[in-house]
């Protein structure tokens, strides 16, 4: 009891919001720090890790369909007082995606050349950015167990361990930067081949100290002979459910991946100029959509105990009022960084071209933000409550239909550029945003919850073990 009342107070948009979006204001600040280490390197360093980086995401959202939807399905338990059942899922999850992605890394290992060969680089470019996938894919295992051990802390209420750790990672990310970029110490300058050093380096830290917080706050001890203790059946409805909520939800966001590497070559048709000026904008444009990302996991963790508890009035309202509060602050941000766009740029690079063309994408900006703002809390909200299969149909029509194909027609037949690009950004961003408002409003995703439907299982199952005890 005493456990679940901490666990209770634990679960408010402020107390969930605020270690998230720390933790996401670090990881976007040492990303902008590896970019301004980078630049006085080479300008043709940032981009090819920039290009890389697009693959290095595409993997980090397969290992989210596992840890995403187990995270979903862990607060709904959580929601339902079904403890044991909630641990149960943190180590298949584990387990199922530590397997998933050592397959990965393999296939990374071997084929990272030939998956970059697709978005036709310089080749300057190309040397940097095959340098850097090659290490970043062959150990994403370890991004694979971060991302999966992180959901399932939050899941639990414990959003401020995964903040420390990850800045701890960070910290140490950018001193290894240093040391292998400006050859301190009498270290070797690897320069983009010692930024991937790096960071496998300090996730591999990171990774141990998560699997100890575990342990020691939420009494959950990973190890094998524990997963083949779970009852095979169970094992396979746990992986169902995990699939019916985090493949939609991977599969969505695979999709936008997919859809942004074609028009990066799309991109890279109009110059190389244009490719870095997209990656330099990009990386400052996370800080406008920080908060709106913050507020929309704090809110998916909120919805999915709302959803798992039966109170599904609350869970919509809670969206609402999460939904309000993001775009009033995204808008507000974008405006800012519209006004200051081309200091910014400054920072990063000399070339006038890059901070002009830059510049006139932060205006647009102001327009994208709150259609995406609306895309990142109302989808996380349906993810919360198991409604990811509507996302997924949704997204695969927008971002192949408006982004892609706007992108191609605005920006290489029309001849507006990157200018055109971002329209397109913009447009599918909007009309997904659109979208998804009318269907939380229609409460559709109401019948999609997995520990509602699952209710009388689980008492049975529960008093079927205690009676085998």
């Not at 370890?142 to 802390?153: C, E, R, Y």
């Not at 396979?236 to 966001?253: H, M, Q, T, V």
Request: proline residues 1%; aromatic residues 12%; glycine residues 8%.
């Amino acid at each position: 009891m005493e456990r679940q009342a901490a666990l209770d107070k634990r679960i408010t948009l402020f107390v969930l919001t605020w270690p998230i979006l720390i933790e996401t204001f670090l990881r976007m600040f040492m990303g902008t720090i590896d970019t301004f280490m980078l630049s006085g390197y080479s300008d043709y360093a940032v981009t090819g890790v920039g290009a890389s980086n697009q693959y290095v995401s595409i993997l980090i959202l397969l290992f989210q369909m596992v840890s995403g939807g187990a995270g979903i399905i862990i607060a709904q338990y959580l929601g339902a007082k079904n403890s044991n059942k909630a641990s149960n899922v943190a180590l298949v999850a584990i387990m199922f995606n530590l397997v998933f992605a050592v397959l990965i890394s393999a296939i990374m290992f071997a084929f990272s050349e030939k998956m970059l060969m697709i978005m036709n680089l310089e080749r300057e470019v190309f040397l940097f950015s095959k340098e850097y996938l090659v290490i970043m894919g062959s150990f994403s295992f370890l991004q694979a167990l971060n991302i999966t051990i992180s959901a399932i802390l939050r899941s639990y209420g414990h959003v401020k361990y995964p903040m420390l750790v990850n800045m701890s990672v960070n910290v140490l990310n950018i001193m290894g930067n240093a040391v292998f970029i400006y050859g301190l110490y009498g270290m070797p300058v690897l320069g983009v081949k010692g930024v991937a050093i790096a960071t496998v380096g300090s996730q591999t830290i990171g990774v141990l100290v998560l699997f100890v917080i575990l342990k020691r706050n939420v009494g959950i001890s990973f190890s094998l002979t524990k997963v083949l203790k779970i009852p095979k059946v169970e094992i396979n409805d746990i992986l169902k459910s995990i699939y019916k909520i985090g493949g939609p939800s991977a599969g969505e966001a695979l999709s936008y991946n997919t859809a942004q590497i074609v028009v990066t070559s799309i991109i890279s048709t109009i110059g190389t100029y244009a490719l870095t000026t997209r990656f330099y904008v990009y990386s400052l444009m996370f800080y406008i959509m920080m908060f709106g990302l913050a507020t929309a996991q704090a809110t998916q963790i909120m919805i999915g105990h709302l959803i798992g508890a039966g109170k599904k009035d609350e869970a919509y309202k809670t969206c609402i009022r999460s939904l309000k509060l993001s775009i009033m602050v995204s808008f507000f941000v974008a405006i800012v960084f519209a006004i200051f766009g081309k200091t910014l740029l400054g920072l990063f690079t000399e070339d006038m071209n890059i901070i002009n063309l830059g510049s006139i994408l932060f205006i647009i900006t102001i327009i994208l933000e709150p259609g995406r703002t609306f895309n990142l809390v109302i989808g996380h909200s349906l993810k919360g409550a198991g409604d990811a299969k509507y996302i997924l149909i949704l997204g695969l029509l927008s971002m192949w239909l408006v982004l892609v194909l706007m992108s191609y027609v605005l920006g290489i037949v029309m001849g507006l550029g990157l200018v055109g690009v971002w329209i397109a950004f913009a447009a599918d961003e909007w009309l997904r945003g659109i979208m998804m408002l009318k269907r939380w409003k229609s409460r559709k995703w109401e019948e999609k919850a997995v520990a509602s439907k699952e209710e009388n299982y689980i008492t049975n199952e529960d008093e079927l073990l205690q009676t085998v005890n």
